[in-house]
């Protein structure tokens, strides 16, 4: 519950120092973009999912690859070599999402 109430306070006082910035950016040039925080928020939320997402696949990669090498050791060395692989194809989806989100957020600012 902890956990939750600091996830909804950190999203509330993210939009809000976006919406300051917005009022200071309009008293200068006269003009009111208020789509950025909720872009912030977005990219946040793609990272975040991303992360949740490949820390699943790879808990469960690595899982069934440890009962396989407990249940048959001699086959550790078959099994190894690609649950590795699968775990670094697995980071770069990770990687491409922080990339997709950066690139979003850095595009519109």
Known sequence: ???LVAVVVTMLASVSVFAQE???HAAATGAVDTNKGWFAIGAALCM???VLGGTLGQ???ASAALEGIARNPAAQDKIFTPML???ALIESLV???FLVAFVKLGGLL
Do not use: D
């Open 1 to 3: 519950m902890k956990k």
């Open 22 to 24: 917005a009022a200071t």
């Open 85 to 87: 692989l699968s775990l």
């Open 59 to 61: 808990g469960k990669a």
């Open 48 to 50: 975040g999912i991303a």
């Open 95 to 97: 990687i491409l999402g």
